[in-house]
Protein backbone atom coordinates (compact mmCIF):
# COMPACT_ATOMS: atom_id res chain seq x y z
CA UNK A 1 0.00 0.00 0.00
CA UNK A 2 3.17 2.20 0.97
CA UNK A 3 3.13 2.48 -3.47
CA UNK A 4 0.36 4.23 -3.43
CA UNK A 5 -0.17 6.29 0.11
CA UNK A 6 -0.98 9.99 -1.45
CA UNK A 7 0.63 13.32 -0.20
CA UNK A 8 0.78 13.19 3.26
CA UNK A 9 -0.23 16.05 5.56
CA UNK A 10 1.53 16.01 8.59
CA UNK A 11 0.99 12.72 10.36
CA UNK A 12 -2.85 12.20 7.45
CA UNK A 13 -2.16 10.28 4.75
CA UNK A 14 -4.09 10.73 1.47
CA UNK A 15 -5.07 6.99 1.00
CA UNK A 16 -8.29 5.23 0.44
CA UNK A 17 -11.35 5.43 2.05
CA UNK A 18 -10.18 8.47 2.91
CA UNK A 19 -12.16 12.26 2.12
CA UNK A 20 -9.69 15.18 2.03
CA UNK A 21 -10.31 18.70 1.87
CA UNK A 22 -6.98 20.78 2.11
CA UNK A 23 -7.82 24.56 1.96
CA UNK A 24 -4.63 26.50 1.88
CA UNK A 25 -3.71 30.18 2.12
CA UNK A 26 -0.60 31.79 0.92
CA UNK A 27 0.37 35.65 1.81
CA UNK A 28 2.73 37.67 0.25
CA UNK A 29 4.94 37.22 2.74
CA UNK A 30 4.70 33.90 2.85
CA UNK A 31 2.65 33.36 5.57
CA UNK A 32 -0.71 31.48 5.91
CA UNK A 33 -2.94 28.91 6.91
CA UNK A 34 -4.00 25.34 6.36
CA UNK A 35 -7.75 24.43 6.88
CA UNK A 36 -7.72 20.90 6.87
CA UNK A 37 -10.71 18.41 7.13
CA UNK A 38 -10.62 14.58 6.39
CA UNK A 39 -13.24 12.47 6.41
CA UNK A 40 -11.89 8.25 7.62
CA UNK A 41 -14.40 5.21 7.20
CA UNK A 42 -14.31 2.50 9.29
CA UNK A 43 -13.68 0.35 6.02
CA UNK A 44 -10.00 2.04 6.01
CA UNK A 45 -9.34 -0.18 9.39
CA UNK A 46 -10.45 -3.28 8.09
CA UNK A 47 -8.71 -2.97 5.11
CA UNK A 48 -5.42 -2.08 7.28
CA UNK A 49 -5.25 -5.41 8.75
CA UNK A 50 -5.32 -7.20 5.63
CA UNK A 51 -1.59 -7.92 6.16
CA UNK A 52 -1.82 -8.68 9.87
CA UNK A 53 -0.97 -5.64 11.57
CA UNK A 54 -4.20 -5.41 13.67
CA UNK A 55 -2.20 -3.73 16.62
CA UNK A 56 -1.14 -0.61 14.25
CA UNK A 57 -3.60 2.55 13.78
CA UNK A 58 -4.68 2.62 9.93
CA UNK A 59 -4.69 6.45 10.07
CA UNK A 60 -2.40 8.05 12.84
CA UNK A 61 -4.29 11.77 12.91
CA UNK A 62 -5.65 12.67 16.39
CA UNK A 63 -4.93 15.31 17.91
CA UNK A 64 -1.75 14.34 20.15
CA UNK A 65 -0.24 13.36 16.12
CA UNK A 66 -0.71 17.01 15.43
CA UNK A 67 0.57 18.19 18.36
CA UNK A 68 4.13 16.17 18.05
CA UNK A 69 4.30 17.81 14.44
CA UNK A 70 3.71 21.12 15.37
CA UNK A 71 6.93 20.96 17.89
CA UNK A 72 8.72 18.96 15.59
CA UNK A 73 8.16 22.34 12.54
CA UNK A 74 9.31 25.58 13.35
CA UNK A 75 6.85 28.23 12.55
CA UNK A 76 4.01 26.12 12.39
CA UNK A 77 1.07 26.23 15.09
CA UNK A 78 -2.30 24.50 15.81
CA UNK A 79 -5.01 26.92 16.15
CA UNK A 80 -8.31 24.84 15.83
CA UNK A 81 -8.59 20.88 16.14
CA UNK A 82 -12.15 18.63 16.28
CA UNK A 83 -13.38 15.30 15.77
CA UNK A 84 -16.45 13.79 15.72
CA UNK A 85 -18.08 10.55 14.45
CA UNK A 86 -20.85 10.72 12.00
CA UNK A 87 -23.08 8.57 9.50
CA UNK A 88 -22.43 8.66 6.28
CA UNK A 89 -24.95 8.58 3.21
CA UNK A 90 -24.84 5.11 2.94
CA UNK A 91 -25.21 4.17 6.51
CA UNK A 92 -21.44 3.54 7.80
CA UNK A 93 -19.73 5.59 10.34
CA UNK A 94 -17.58 8.14 9.67
CA UNK A 95 -14.78 9.94 11.87
CA UNK A 96 -14.77 13.57 10.39
CA UNK A 97 -11.90 15.49 11.72
CA UNK A 98 -11.19 19.46 11.22
CA UNK A 99 -7.51 20.79 12.21
CA UNK A 100 -6.59 24.54 11.19
CA UNK A 101 -2.98 25.09 11.04
CA UNK A 102 -0.77 28.50 10.69
CA UNK A 103 2.19 29.06 9.22
CA UNK A 104 5.24 31.81 9.59
CA UNK A 105 6.30 30.84 6.09
CA UNK A 106 6.40 28.79 3.12
CA UNK A 107 8.96 26.31 4.67
CA UNK A 108 6.66 25.46 7.26
CA UNK A 109 4.04 24.34 5.24
CA UNK A 110 6.23 22.21 2.70
CA UNK A 111 7.49 20.71 5.85
CA UNK A 112 3.95 19.56 7.08
CA UNK A 113 2.95 18.76 3.60
CA UNK A 114 5.64 16.17 3.36
CA UNK A 115 8.70 15.63 5.54
CA UNK A 116 10.54 13.32 3.13
CA UNK A 117 10.73 16.30 1.06
CA UNK A 118 9.81 14.08 -2.10
CA UNK A 119 6.14 14.75 -2.49
CA UNK A 120 6.03 18.76 -2.53
CA UNK A 121 8.37 21.15 -3.66
CA UNK A 122 8.29 25.11 -4.04
CA UNK A 123 10.89 27.04 -6.28
CA UNK A 124 11.28 30.70 -7.19
CA UNK A 125 10.21 31.47 -10.95
CA UNK A 126 11.93 34.99 -11.63
CA UNK A 127 9.06 37.14 -9.23
CA UNK A 128 6.69 34.12 -9.22
CA UNK A 129 6.25 30.49 -7.48
CA UNK A 130 6.02 27.18 -8.44
CA UNK A 131 4.31 24.63 -6.08
CA UNK A 132 4.56 21.01 -7.06
CA UNK A 133 2.79 18.35 -5.69
CA UNK A 134 2.82 14.79 -6.35
CA UNK A 135 -0.38 13.15 -5.08
CA UNK A 136 -0.27 9.65 -6.91
CA UNK A 137 3.23 8.21 -7.26
CA UNK A 138 2.90 4.88 -9.24
CA UNK A 139 6.63 4.44 -10.73
CA UNK A 140 7.48 1.51 -8.92
CA UNK A 141 4.12 -0.55 -10.17
CA UNK A 142 1.48 -2.47 -8.20
CA UNK A 143 2.82 -5.03 -6.06
CA UNK A 144 -0.78 -6.18 -5.03
CA UNK A 145 -3.05 -5.83 -7.56
CA UNK A 146 -6.10 -7.41 -5.89
CA UNK A 147 -5.77 -5.04 -2.80
CA UNK A 148 -5.26 -2.04 -5.13
CA UNK A 149 -8.92 -3.21 -6.89
CA UNK A 150 -10.27 -3.22 -3.48
CA UNK A 151 -9.20 0.09 -2.19
CA UNK A 152 -10.51 1.74 -5.43
CA UNK A 153 -14.00 -0.08 -4.67
CA UNK A 154 -14.37 0.97 -1.39
CA UNK A 155 -12.97 4.71 -2.08
CA UNK A 156 -15.80 5.73 -4.42
CA UNK A 157 -17.46 8.43 -2.92
CA UNK A 158 -14.72 10.14 -0.85
CA UNK A 159 -12.90 12.96 -2.64
CA UNK A 160 -9.70 14.41 -2.96
CA UNK A 161 -9.91 18.59 -2.62
CA UNK A 162 -6.90 20.96 -2.62
CA UNK A 163 -7.75 24.43 -2.94
CA UNK A 164 -4.99 27.41 -2.77
CA UNK A 165 -5.89 30.72 -1.74
CA UNK A 166 -3.02 32.92 -2.90
CA UNK A 167 -1.63 36.59 -3.39
CA UNK A 168 -1.98 36.75 -6.70
CA UNK A 169 -3.25 35.43 -9.76
CA UNK A 170 -2.45 31.85 -10.66
CA UNK A 171 -2.39 28.70 -12.89
CA UNK A 172 -2.93 25.11 -11.89
CA UNK A 173 -1.69 21.97 -14.26
CA UNK A 174 -2.16 18.40 -13.63
CA UNK A 175 0.98 15.77 -14.92
CA UNK A 176 -1.01 14.42 -17.12
CA UNK A 177 -2.26 16.89 -18.53
CA UNK A 178 -5.68 14.86 -19.30
CA UNK A 179 -7.68 13.64 -16.28
CA UNK A 180 -11.02 13.60 -17.20
CA UNK A 181 -13.24 12.90 -14.09
CA UNK A 182 -11.26 15.86 -11.89
CA UNK A 183 -12.70 19.31 -11.25
CA UNK A 184 -10.61 22.11 -11.66
CA UNK A 185 -10.60 25.94 -11.11
CA UNK A 186 -7.08 26.30 -12.74
CA UNK A 187 -6.80 30.04 -13.08
CA UNK A 188 -6.83 33.08 -10.60
CA UNK A 189 -6.12 34.40 -7.21
CA UNK A 190 -8.48 30.77 -5.77
CA UNK A 191 -7.54 27.55 -7.70
CA UNK A 192 -8.85 24.10 -6.69
CA UNK A 193 -8.50 20.36 -7.83
CA UNK A 194 -11.40 17.59 -7.24
CA UNK A 195 -11.33 14.23 -7.39
CA UNK A 196 -12.64 11.09 -6.53
CA UNK A 197 -10.82 8.81 -4.57
CA UNK A 198 -11.80 5.72 -6.67
CA UNK A 199 -10.62 7.41 -9.90
CA UNK A 200 -7.86 8.86 -8.25
CA UNK A 201 -6.65 5.72 -7.82
CA UNK A 202 -7.12 4.12 -11.03
CA UNK A 203 -5.03 6.50 -12.61
CA UNK A 204 -2.08 4.32 -13.74
CA UNK A 205 0.31 7.43 -14.30
CA UNK A 206 0.18 8.60 -11.28
CA UNK A 207 -0.61 12.38 -11.05
CA UNK A 208 1.26 15.92 -9.95
CA UNK A 209 -0.38 18.93 -9.60
CA UNK A 210 1.96 22.19 -10.35
CA UNK A 211 0.51 25.72 -9.22
CA UNK A 212 2.14 28.87 -10.64
CA UNK A 213 1.83 32.24 -9.20
Do not use: H
Not at 43 to 57: C, Q, T, V, W, Y
Not at 67 to 81: A, C, D, F, H, Q
Not at 88 to 105: E, H, N, P, Q, R
Not at 154 to 182: C, D, F, H, Q, R
Amino acid sequence: MKRYLLLSIGAVFFSSCLGVSADITIKADGSGKIALEYRVSQALESIGRLDGNEKMPAVPAGRIDFERTVSRIPGLKLSRYSSKEIRSDSGSKDLVTKVTLDFKDTSALLAFLDSTGSRAAMVQEGQGALLRLNLLDTSDGVSNPDLLSLLREVSNGYELGITLNLPKNAVLTTIPASIPPAKLVSGGKKVSFTMDMGELLSLKDGLTLEIRW
